[in-house]
């Protein structure tokens, strides 16, 4: 293993340590606040808890996910396998992200009054929950590959 390589694994599992803690956070925590709020207050809770979120954790996951590919480009054997599947895993991540959750949080954001909703709002705190607790798994999951990796090298 070269330096670069070290390197790469310890950016890999950091990033992949970092999103799965984060998603695992809410899911622990912030899901079960906002579950037990008034839809109003939750629309605003949510619009105000996701304005950090959007910009920070793409480029984690997407960090993540290119770390791992490089290790599974330039590993050999098991290690090699193991960064493979965690960057599919982390690409996973991002793409129930942007195309399940992230739609989702456009809506809640574009609601401009939270104690006057629409006649037709329909509450996405279950939906979002399903994709949420779907990208926490998969994070997971990259995360204890991308460590296997790091530890088989």
């Known amino acids: 293993m070269t330096a670069i390589e070290g390197g790469l694994g310890v950016a890999a599992l950091l990033g992949a340590g970092v999103t799965a803690g984060v ?5 622990l925590s912030v899901l079960p606040a906002l579950f037990a709020m008034e839809t109003g207050t939750y629309v605003y809770a949510h619009q105000l808890l996701g304005r950090n979120w959007d910009p920070t954790m793409p480029v984690i996951v997407l960090s993540s996910t290119l770390a791992d590919t490089v290790l599974a480009v330039v590993g050999e054997g098991a290690p090699r396998v193991l960064f493979a599947v965690a960057a599919v895993l ?6 129930v992200s942007h195309l399940c959750n992230v739609p989702i949080n456009r809506r809640v954001k574009s609601v401009t009054d939270p104690g006057r909703l629409p006649a037709d ?6 939906l979002w929950r399903r994709w949420h607790l779907l990208r926490t798994t998969l994070a997971v999951c990259a995360l204890a590959l991308t460590a296997a990796g790091v530890t088989a090298w």
């Open 23 to 27: 998603l695992f956070a809410v899911a």
């Open 90 to 95: 982390l690409l996973g991540v991002s793409g």
């Open 121 to 126: 709002w329909q509450d996405p705190r279950p």
